[in-house]
């Protein structure tokens, strides 16, 4: 049981560039979500997902999009990035919202220079 | 709109002290009140959580009691180890009503460091 898997890693790109962050998770969750984490900000919700096929914004959303395809991944997509998106995401998965826990990846540091 | 604000940091002791993160809310519902806890280079995990006014979450020897009316949930533990160094996160999400319901939102995080 893996839990929550994000790849890759780590990614430099270079302004302009396009990428797609990858999020599986096995615990056959109906909901996940996707957050970057800065310095003194805590995390802050880009976009989220109710179930297979559904995408919703959520407090950062311009500049990303996502994709559910399957239910157990939730895909991250910048489209031509900007230094303002270094940052560290986060995905995240839970069996409901509200006062269920939610499961962390390790996170993908990307830079953008 | 819905906030959560943390003291804060870093906050640096000495093994054995007692711990206290202070953490306010406003919330335009009802909100469950969580705190996760991410360890150097790893994703958060939850640490403990209070779904309703005067419950207490508590794990690991920390513990945290939802007080309405003062809004706030600050995290103790009574004796830090140096294992406890990390960031500490408190977060709440509406269990009905508000823009925020369902989704965690997150206070900006306090860094711990305990020497031994």
């Known amino acids: 049981n893996a839990g929550v898997t994000q790849t890759p890693k780590f990614r430099v790109l270079k302004t302009g560039q396009s990428m797609t962050l990858l999020c599986a998770q096995d615990?056959?969750?109906?909901?996940m979500y996707w957050y970057r984490q800065d310095p003194g900000m805590g995390l802050r919700l880009i976009h989220y997902?109710?179930?297979?096929?559904?995408?919703a914004k959520g407090e950062v959303p311009d500049g990303y999009n996502v994709s559910r395809l399957k239910k157990q991944n939730f895909l991250l997509g910048l489209e031509s990035a900007a230094p303002s998106q270094t940052s560290v995401y986060f995905c995240?998965?839970?069996?409901?919202?509200?006062?269920?826990?939610?499961?962390f990846g390790p996170g993908t540091r990307l830079t953008v220079t | 709109g819905d906030s959560v604000t943390q003291m804060e940091g870093p906050v640096t002791l000495s093994e054995e002290a007692f711990l206290t993160i202070n953490c306010t809310y406003t919330?335009?519902?009802?909100?469950?009140l969580f705190w996760y806890v991410q360890y150097p280079g790893e994703g958060l995990q939850l640490l403990l959580k209070?779904?309703?006014?005067?419950d207490k979450g508590s794990n690991k020897g920390f513990e945290a009691t939802y007080r309405k009316e003062t809004t706030s949930f600050h995290l103790e533990k009574g004796s830090v180890q140096v294992s406890d160094s990390a960031v500490y996160f408190c977060?709440?999400?509406?269990?009905?009503?508000?823009?925020?319901?369902?989704?965690?939102?997150f206070g900006q995080g306090t860094i711990l460091t305990v020497h031994p």
């Open positions: 995240a998965s839970s069996y409901r919202m509200g006062v269920y826990e939610q499961y």
């Open positions: 615990m056959n969750h109906e909901y």
């Open positions: 997902s109710v179930g297979e096929g559904t995408t």
């Open positions: 919330a335009t519902g009802y909100p469950s």
């Open positions: 209070a779904t309703k006014a005067d």
């Open positions: 977060a709440l999400s509406l269990n009905a009503g508000g823009t925020s319901y369902g989704k965690l939102t």
